[in-house]
């Protein structure tokens, strides 16, 4: 009952600056997040971490960052298309006859339309790759606000936190069918891009909802069972201040215990695929 949420540009709370959205009661996500680690997602390279690499460091284990020679993004060009072709951990399950899931809820028009191919980011392209649908039958379809609008002032729209509750609660019992479930939560590096100097109180208002209601879906996953990894690909919402992504650390957390001898995002690439039970490569 593996379920792994893989925030976009929520950067951990201990690099994180008074004030932010991380100060609030988020009993259940900040137990998680506490008691795993924080995560280095430069890797040493100057400049800010993107989407494309440092996604593709948490699918597979590979730092995609010195493969491309800077820090790339948001989606991935050819080169990190070969690397995910070849090593992402949705490739390397479905190799070894595993079953997994990308839950993300992509509208039709979106994917029928012949330019996307290009446009996919890391989680999507390397479900595809693999052979595995996006918007999967059957499976619950995790809309990436979590129930928030998708436009300013991002109130809530559709889901309130009880619905999002029972969401992870589903997502939970139909892990109990496959090897792994993903969900890519991208909104929040999209609420992060919207911040500034000052902060714009409207959005830091969302990105404190955000969080609430990523709350509420582990909360979901954890009382329906699911064993839960959560990690972040950058830093980005944690400092509303800013309009671009930080330097921050990023969380890896894991609700079965404690998490050893990670210190980066491609540490924790790794790691994630030894949990998923992928087989170990060499070099990973």
């Known amino acids: 009952m593996r379920v792994w949420v893989a925030l976009d540009g929520v950067g951990h709370p201990l690099d994180a600056p008074p004030g932010g959205v991380w100060e609030q009661a ?25 989407s494309g690499t440092g996604q593709a460091c948490w699918l597979t284990g590979r730092d995609a960052v010195a493969v491309m020679g800077e820090h790339f993004g948001p989606q991935p060009g050819p080169t990190l298309r070969r690397l995910l072709d070849e090593h992402a951990l949705p490739g390397r399950l479905a190799r070894a006859g595993g079953r997994g899931a990308l839950l993300n809820h992509y509208a039709p028009a979106f994917l029928e339309a012949p330019a996307r ?13 693999a052979g595995w649908p996006l918007n999967p039958p059957g499976l619950p379809a995790v809309r990436v606000s979590l129930g928030l609008a998708y436009e300013p002032p991002w109130q809530e729209a559709f889901l309130g936190l009880d619905g999002v509750v029972r969401l992870g609660a589903e997502v939970a019992r139909a892990a109990q069918a496959a090897d792994l479930l993903v969900v890519d939560l991208w909104f929040s590096d999209l609420l992060g891009h919207a911040g500034g100097t000052p902060t714009p109180a409207g959005v830091l208002r969302a990105g404190r909802a955000y969080l609430e209601r990523v709350d509420a879906f582990v909360q979901g996953l954890l009382e329906g069972g699911a064993e839960v990894v959560l990690s972040s690909d950058h830093g980005n919402l944690e400092d509303l201040r800013v309009k671009s992504h930080t330097v921050a650390r990023v969380p890896l957390a894991w609700s079965g215990g404690r998490v050893e001898g990670v210190r980066d995002v491609v540490q924790g690439g790794a790691w994630v695929a030894r949990w998923a039970g992928a087989s170990v490569e060499g070099g990973a």
């Open 117 to 129: 191919r290009g446009q996919l980011g890391c989680f999507p392209y390397a479900f595809r790759a």
């Open 26 to 50: 988020l009993p259940t996500l900040r137990a998680l997040v506490d008691g795993g680690v924080a995560l280095d997602a430069t890797l040493g390279v100057p400049g800010l971490p993107q």
